[in-house]
């Protein structure tokens, strides 16, 4: 197991310098330097002489080798200095956005996983019922609907008109609570088609294995079998897709932070994006790369400890 | 199972509908809040980089400028801000003395800086030192292009090496309240500039205390102040009332505008006549990017005010007035004009639409402007005959550009004068996008049809705002399109976007440069205000019109809804720090959102 870590580990090397590789090809050497400078320089005060003081101040007239290992070294210390817009160390920036994703996109997660695994259960155990129907009918409809239609919906539905929600916002502290309800439960709702329609797939596939045949020949209820041995077999692949797509839930709320202004971590890579604040981007970039690896890692581990038959070595 | 999720839904909406129901308790002050918004994320506040409007307006309620703008005016006129009175200048129009006021005090709300929150009077060196960060190149500002070259010793002191101990001839504190001013060449707008927040006052000691990150701390001298412990930057920017403010009355009736009383009425004028400002104990500025919640967020009582999204102007206006619907919530409309033009400019470098007026003449006849109003305007707006907006000096309200309306008879004319039937003989034009949004595509494609009915045939070339940045700069861009907003409330600031030695980087995107045109430009641009001037503004802006460097687009028009309990907002196109004469009438608000 410490053997498959320390290897696990050892990979992050080439995958920073790759992601080092594409951010510096984008934005250092297919474009991203004049537009930086040209974003940074407002028109009325764009000359040539400007732009030329302004690329050796960032460093963007030395080599460019010695500007990609200046990339990879502010990666692998993590040091990103300061946000060129607010002037804020950029680790203090993501100390503050990282939390506000958080709340947001875990409980959702969390909900949204609980009622798709609970629903995706039921449709097993009664495969072919009205219930069973009915789920997988919702389930494709859910799907079916994008969460831009859904934010639009939500807010004009059930906090304009009904008026059960607030429409956007956010305060500091515990208050945020009520600015969330709403986004998790669009969060649920588009989540939860996808996720059902897995889950029963996988439980089923499972029923159909030998050893539920034998168990069922050995007078086993069907309630046992189903949640004794079924669920628990099946959660290798759910398991799997659950794991892996936490790295992306701080991604995935990017519509959800701008739509009900919620200061989270999507938002500010967006912003990094339409500022030019490279260093932000470079953090943000890296910090989504170091929170995927390692969720895989965890997976893998994990799958290890739910299946013994399964050697990491 | 499905009733434990429909459990859990029920559980939420409870705690939902706990969390917004709780109100404020008995006894407690109401306060008067005033609920604004901004489109877009605010930049860092300081002042020298201060180029963005949403920035301005947050921070100018925070802060003064030595000027302002009338508030009731209907013209943009100038009076004392932090400046005791106007300022007095020499015969030459060359020394500018201006006294400033004794009590306008630096606050600091957090009482680092300056303990006991009262920090120490504004005075002359704290303006000294804002223009000096203009002109210091390692504060890379976005308004030094106001001063360069105008003020005496200002560039020289920058390319020096920018020694804030030494003293700059052109603009230096005679004593802690007067400043004076010296120029190069006369600069009648230079007052202007001293309205924008680019000049408000930042006191030295606040850069120096908190170092790089001191522009996350603002600190001004105005009506209010920023209230750290509930702004979220990125979501609402809370600003509290200065109780060390140094006060102002609302504006005489007698002083306001013909326009100003249409909107406000003559009763609210004469009852707010004097009253001491401001008036809202709490503004808060919310950060609302998608045009589709700040509607929704207007509709449902929490915006004061709005302007209306294109999306959303059905629902509002139904034949230039507002639906019954928005009548019945209290809802009025206020329309004005905006100080800014739309234009498609032609690189007039090109050897081809560059040398050919008759060619420019027939593109620009041959463009349907009058559907372009229509479909991406909504109507809202004016088609510009010039280049100069209503409301400036030099604009003529009778003049009639005859390239600035649609008539693909005169151009097929025009098009067979300049050498080119039908086309015929033309090679095909790139037209340079900037963004590929949904607008800027329709925009292009129409244009690309009108000029295929004409014969000419015409190339999207996809890009971004950097990259149509970039070609214009390098003078590659064969025909784009743009807009302009004024900074100041002078023609100057528009003419200046034909004057020939702005080309290309400067803000003479189309490249055009007539001497004819130059000379009145040169002329009129350092005349002080006045019938003459505004005559020869005129002369330059038709005799660019006619040669056609750019075809014409719209003057813009400002439409905006305000609830009946806003009583004192009056549109100000620019200037900032007029949140201190917005009031709101919170019983009336009560009872209209009670309905």
Known sequence: ?313 | MKKGFLALMLVLLAFSLFLTGCKQEVGEKVEKVLNRYVIAKLRPFDPANMTDEYTTQVFGDMSEALFSYKYTADTYQLQPEIAAKMPTVSADGLVYTIKLRKDAFFYDSLGEVFPENKGRAVNAHDFVYSVKRLADPANESGGWWLYEGFIKGLDEWAANGSDYSKTVEGFKALDDTTIQLTLNRPYPQILYTFTMSFTYPIAEEVVDFYGQEWMNYPMGTGAYYYDHENSIPGTQHVLLKNPTWHGGQFPAAADAGTGVKAKLGSEILAEYEGKELAFADKVIWNVIEESSVQWLKFMNGELDYSTIPKDNYETAVANQELTDDMIAKGITMDINPTLDVTYTFFNMEDPILGTNVKLRQAMASASTHEDILDIFYNGRADLAQTLLPPGLGGYDPDYVNPYAHFDLDQAKTLLAEAGYPGGEGLPTFEYQMYSSSTTQTQMVELFIDNMSKLGITVEAVAGDWPTFMERIDDHTVQIGGIAWGADYPDAQNFLQLNYGPNKAPGPNSANYDNPEFNALYEKAAFMQQGPERDKLYAEAAQLAAEEVPWIMGVHRLSYALDYSWLKTRVFRDIGAGYSKYYDVDLAERDEVLSK
């Not at chain 1, 990879?72 to 100390?95: A, H, N």
């Not at chain 1, 629903?119 to 919702?138: E, M, P, Q, W």
């Not at chain 1, 912003?271 to 170091?290: C, G, S």
Request: proline residues 4%; aromatic residues 14%; contains cysteine.
């Open chain 1, 1 to 313: 197991m410490i053997n498959y870590l320390i290897r696990r580990l050892l990979h992050l090397v080439p995958i920073i310098l790759g992601v080092a590789l594409v951010f510096f090809l984008i934005f250092n050497v297919i474009g991203g330097q004049e537009k930086f400078l040209y974003n940074i320089l407002p028109k009325k005060s764009r000359t040539v002489e400007q732009i030329d003081f302004y690329k050796h101040k960032y460093g963007l007239d030395r080599p460019m080798v010695v500007q990609y290992l200046d990339l990879v070294k502010q990666m692998v210390t993590f040091d990103f200095g300061r946000s060129e817009v607010r002037k804020i160390p950029v680790k203090t920036l993501l100390m503050r956005h990282v939390p506000n994703s958080a709340k947001l996109t875990f409980p959702a997660f969390f909900f949204e996983i609980s009622i798709s695994l609970i629903l995706a259960s039921l449709c097993a155990f009664y495969r072919g019922s009205k219930f069973d129907r009915l789920i997988t009918v919702l389930s494709v409809l859910g799907m079916s609907i994008s969460m831009l239609v859904l934010i639009l919906l939500g807010q004009q539905i059930l906090a304009y008109k009904w008026g059960l929600f607030p429409i956007s916002g956010w305060v500091k502290g515990i208050g945020a609570i009520k600015y969330l309800i709403l986004p998790w439960i669009l969060w649920v709702l588009v989540s939860v088609g996808y996720d059902v329609r897995f889950f029963r797939t996988a439980l089923l596939e499972e029923s159909h294995k030998d050893y539920v045949r034998t168990a069922k020949a050995k007078g086993l209820s069907d309630k046992s079998i189903m949640f004794k041995h079924i669920l628990r077999n099946a959660l290798i692949p759910i398991l799997t897709y659950v794991v892996i797509q936490i790295p992306f839930l701080l991604m995935g709320s990017i519509l959800l932070e701008r739509f009900f202004s919620i200061p989270g971590i999507g938002d500010l890579m967006v912003n990094a994006i339409f500022n030019y604040d490279l260093p932000v981007l470079k953090a943000t970039i890296m910090f989504f790369t170091l929170f995927f690896v390692g969720f895989t890692l965890i997976t893998d581990v994990l799958y290890a400890l739910v299946d013994p038959r399964i050697r990491l070595s």
